[in-house]
Nanobody, 119 residues
């Protein structure tokens, strides 16, 4: 199983970016999917999560600005980021809890995509 994250880049403060995370491999089902981020010198933190049923939760720092969504048919999660701030600069990682066709459930991480917000 692999998670491939994309969509990062350089954007000015106030701008927008959309991250994507595509899962591939031996997948029977995907439970929760989420986005985390790690800024230089800081610990990785939760940004947003979404359940298989579509329930969502967000870090206080991104509420009202970021939106997580998923397309179960495409095995993809998205993070729409609006009104970006310099403090949103970080490497963004996607995460998913995936069950394989032979029943094993495990936590997987994507490789990270860098988001840089200039002031």
């Amino acid at each position: 199983v692999q998670l491939q994250a994309s969509g990062g880049g350089l954007v000015q403060a106030g701008g927008s970016l959309r991250l994507s995370c595509v899962a591939s491999g031996d997948i029977f089902s995907i439970n929760g999917m989420g986005w985390y981020r790690q800024a230089p010198g800081k610990q990785r933190e939760l940004v947003a999560i979404i359940t298989s049923g579509g329930s969502t939760a967000y870090a206080d720092s991104v509420k009202g600005r970021f939106t997580i969504s998923r397309d179960n048919a495409k095995l993809t999660a998205y993070l729409q980021m609006n009104s970006l701030r310099p403090e949103d600069t970080a490497v963004y990682y996607c995460n998913a809890l995936i069950r394989s066709t032979w029943g094993r459930e495990a936590d997987y991480w994507g490789q990270g995509t860098l988001v840089t917000v200039s002031s």
